[in-house]
């Protein structure tokens, strides 16, 4: 048996090489322009298969202060102004319980000491506070109550320069250590020179090995596609759920364990205090309520350049030449929506001169060929592809799925050298495991009635009507739209390096963090394409 699983993991330790020699040729990583690809699977390696275990969070939180209101879950965010950039922070622990007495907002001061990295932190900003409440149904004794959200919003920035800050009250005194951070160089003439791209991350030892390898990589930018702590999957006493044995069975809500997103926002801090990130809702955020508010404990505890908007849940933001589109897939999306006729405008009044790419995020992915979550999303696909096409989006990031997958440039499932590249990076840790099947090996295919959108209704499923698949459901092979699957643990890094091309590399967790997997350039052709 061990000479058995000796074999296998030399069988895929030269599959690995194999790809690294098909991707990199004389020290160059192929380009969309050599395009499309033929569908590569990597094989499973079963060695890093087998249950995931969470960080024992509630015998020794991470990052616990040890100072009463000493800031934590110390996060950066952009805001729709180049020069100005968010700091959030919480202080005081939070409560559970129906007889508490919620912290008062206005008992700490929100102050951001700030300065030109080693020229001093003679400059103050003061921002806001408040707390959120978790409330459960049928009197459950576990109500949450937070601490102290602080948010402030710091001005006048320089681009593309390296602060310093430190965050708190300083009359207490209860001030943070000293964090730094570059912020994003000027539309038009740079970019971020790593931005960093994660989803389903959760508070395992996975996420510790994803979150590690990402900051050692030392990303300037880091968007993080959906399903964020995974609170809702833990019962209200904090343990893991079990559905059929929660405290209340009978009702349409889930039980959600808010510490959890505390927890989380400690382990977070290593990289969310010096890089900013921005955030897009997942199906796990949602937390619905019992007088039905949803996402709360996500509208709180980000900050987001939602003025545009008017949402939190969808908005827009530059970082540098990138013009990035968030958009919400558990909120109205069809054609008469708001967020639809925000898009509209968001995408009439990008101007491609001052920001060449166009790169749109969302949680669920519209081009993934794995079994989980397959054509999920058919009814936004529906709605949205079209403008987004006619506006030239150059690259498509999503979470959902727990695994790895790029597309050949696709547009309507059929191969177009100006669609977007689609990219599902949903397997940063999760509290749940890899997945494994695809929807075209046999027996997997999913009859299209049983894929409705859960949260907006209907049924956009159809069995394609021409192409290799026509008349059915699923392709019985690896689609030609697939560029390549992998089942691992990991996050991407996307290095834009002029007006036309972007570097784009998957990382996987069991390879040394400078080592990259899948490669490649890809390259925008304005003068051919729609923009």
């Not at 320069?161 to 912020?183: K, L, N």
């Not at 989803?199 to 090995?209: E, F």
């Not at 996402?295 to 030449?321: I, K, Q």
Request: proline share 8%.
């Amino acid at each position: 048996m061990v000479l058995a699983m000796e074999s296998l993991n030399r069988l895929l330790h030269c599959w690995i090489l194999l790809i690294s020699l098909l991707f990199v040729v004389n020290g160059q990583f192929p380009s969309t322009l050599e395009g499309p690809f033929k569908p590569v699977t990597v094989p499973v390696n079963y060695s890093i298969i087998g249950q995931v275990t969470s960080l024992p969070v509630n015998d020794n939180p991470p990052l616990s202060p040890e100072i009463e209101f000493q800031p934590q879950q110390i996060s950066l965010s952009l805001s729709s102004d180049l020069s100005s950039v968010w700091v959030s922070w919480i202080t005081g622990e939070y409560q559970i319980g129906d007889d508490i007495e919620p912290l008062d907002p206005q008992s700490v001061a929100s102050v951001v000491q700030y300065g030109v990295y080693k020229s001093g932190r003679n400059n103050l900003a003061a921002g806001s506070s408040f707390i959120y409440s978790q409330q459960y149904p049928n009197e459950d004794p576990n109500n949450y109550t937070s601490g102290i959200i602080h948010r402030v919003l710091v001005t006048g920035l320089d681009p593309d320069t390296m602060y310093e800050y430190q965050c708190g009250d300083p009359s207490i005194p209860a001030m943070s250590e000293v964090h730094y951070f570059r912020t994003m160089p000027s539309p038009s003439k740079d970019y971020p020179s790593r931005v960093a791209v994660v989803g389903g991350l959760g508070l395992t030892y996975n996420t510790s090995t994803t979150i590690s390898h990402m900051a050692a990589n030392h990303p300037d930018l880091a968007l993080l596609v959906g399903d964020l702590s995974f609170a809702d999957l833990y019962c209200t006493n904090g343990t893991l759920c079990d559905f059929q044995n929660c405290s209340f069975p009978q009702s349409p809500l889930q039980e959600t364990y808010q510490p959890r997103w505390d927890h989380w926002g400690r382990f977070m801090q290593i990289l969310t205090a010096t890089v900013p990130t921005m955030v897009i809702e997942g199906d796990h955020e949602i937390e619905k309520q019992a007088d039905d508010p949803t996402f709360t404990a996500y509208n709180y505890r980000f900050a987001f350049p939602s003025d545009e908007s008017g949402s939190t849940l969808y908005y827009s933001f530059n970082a540098g030449g990138i013009h990035f589109v968030m958009l919400g897939a558990y909120v109205p999306y069809d054609k008469s929506s708001d967020q639809y006729k925000w898009l509209e405008r968001d995408l009439f009044n990008v101007n491609r001169s001052v920001t060449p790419w166009l790169v749109a995020a969302w949680h669920p992915p519209w081009y993934s060929t794995y079994k989980d979550h397959y054509r999920e999303a058919e009814c936004m696909r529906v709605e949205m592809e079209e403008l987004l096409y006619k506006h030239g989006v150059d690259i498509v990031f999503n979470g959902h799925v727990n695994a790895y997958e790029r597309s050949n440039r696709v547009y309507n499932y059929t191969l177009d050298p100006c669609g977007p590249v689609h990219i599902t990076v949903g397997s940063g840790g999760n509290e749940m495991n890899l997945t494994l099947e695809h929807a075209d090996e046999p027996g997997n295919c999913p009859d299209p009635s049983n894929t409705p959108d859960r949260f907006m209704g209907g049924s956009c499923g159809f069995n394609f009507t021409s192409g290799p698949a026509a008349g059915n459901f699923c392709w019985n092979e690896q689609p030609e739209y697939s560029a390549y699957r992998e089942s691992s643990f990991g996050y991407g890094i996307l290095e834009v390096k002029n007006q036309t091309h972007a570097l784009w590399m998957w990382y996987r967790n069991q390879d040394r963090y400078s080592v990259g997997t899948d490669g490649i350039y890809i390259v925008r052709q304005p003068d051919r394409c729609p923009s």
